[in-house]
């Protein structure tokens, strides 16, 4: 069950991402802007899901790691959306790949978590195939700028670290809608003292219907990306529920063929024939994940 959650996860966080890259077309708009705007509406969220149930007494190894994931969750999007203002969203996504990594070991380490060796062997299936994919079409690593790829290894790592102090939480939760709902808090609060450092950049002034519209639209698809990824870190380790996201260039890449263009945004940025074999690598890696499951 936490692979249809993990991959639910990662089409609407794939939906968000086309959606992000749309509102950041508008070069009117610094990344600053949208990050806190961002981060604005994850704690209208929160304060949503509070309102629905009240705050319980929650312990302190629960909310403060719950607060901490959710402040990374929001530190990770300005690099992030630096490299997508930059970028086109598929070869973006390719670099984010590294995440995994960064998860598993830290997971390792931090929680004592442990792969067997077909969760090793799928996640590598699906992290090979989603970098292979997006790197062996036109353009490869020549395709994108240097300061991407290093905004994209700095975003990777700060959603690492915020999926291993999730996962933490979720271990003394005492509701699912909490975690959620103190996640969002801390994004928030992260959200609004980057503003207060960056007045100058993240300016709030004159902001449109349609860029808002765009913008909850964007928060929408990744308040239930936060949810269907919380549900699968509750029920598998952080690290094969991290190798999941390999399978995001491929539904990125269909995405952008039907929804880019009236986002605004192009088809695709890589030739799909040279590609099948680490799609091929991507399906193998879901396949066995799936299967390691069942068994």
Same mark, same amino acid.
């Given at each position: @069950?936490w ?5 639910a ?12 890259k749309?509102?950041?077309?508008d ?8 990050? +806190? ?27 403060l ?8 969750l929001?530190?990770y ?35 004592g978590?442990?792969?067997s ?22 353009g ?67 902001l ?6 765009l ?6 698809l990744?308040?239930?990306?936060? +949810?269907?990824?919380?549900r699968?870190?509750? @029920?598998?380790?952080?690290g094969? +529920? ?7 260039p491929? +539904? ?11 986002l605004?945004l192009?088809?695709m940025?890589?030739a ?6 680490a799609?091929m690598?991507?399906?193998v ?11």
């Open positions: @069950m692979l249809v959650w993990a991959l996860g990662t089409t609407l966080a794939s939906g968000a991402v086309l959606v992000d749309s509102v950041l077309e070069r009117e708009r610094t990344v600053s802007t949208v990050a +806190v705007l961002t981060g604005g509406l994850a704690g209208i969220s929160s304060m949503a899901l509070f309102a629905a149930g009240g705050v319980p007494a929650a312990p302190l190894e629960f909310v790691p719950a607060l901490g994931g959710g402040a990374l929001f530190a999007l300005v690099p992030y959306f630096a490299a997508l203002r930059d970028s086109s969203p598929d070869r973006v996504v390719a670099w984010f790949q590294i995440t995994p990594l960064i998860a598993t070991g830290t997971a390792v380490v931090v929680l978590q442990q792969l060796a077909w969760q090793w062997f799928g996640g590598a299936c699906l992290v090979g195939g989603a970098v292979s994919a997006e790197l062996s079409g036109a490869g690593i020549r395709g994108v700028q240097r300061r991407s790829v290093l905004a994209m290894l700095a975003a990777a790592s700060l959603f690492a670290a915020a999926e291993v102090l999730l996962a933490r939480a979720a271990e003394h939760a005492p509701e699912f809608r909490l975690l959620i709902a103190f996640s969002g808090l801390g994004s928030a609060l992260a959200a609004l003292l980057f503003w207060s450092l960056q007045r100058r950049s993240a300016t709030l002034n004159g449109g219907r349609r860029l808002l519209g913008l909850a639209l964007a928060e929408l990744n308040l239930a990306f936060v +949810v269907a990824h919380q699968a870190l509750g @029920m598998a380790d952080v094969i +529920v991290s190798a999941t996201a390999g399978v995001q491929l +539904v990125i890449t269909l995405m952008l063929a039907s929804f880019g263009p009236p605004g192009p088809r940025s890589s799909v024939a040279t590609t099948a074999l799609y690598a991507i399906a890696g879901v396949a066995v994940l799936a299967l390691a499951e069942a068994s």
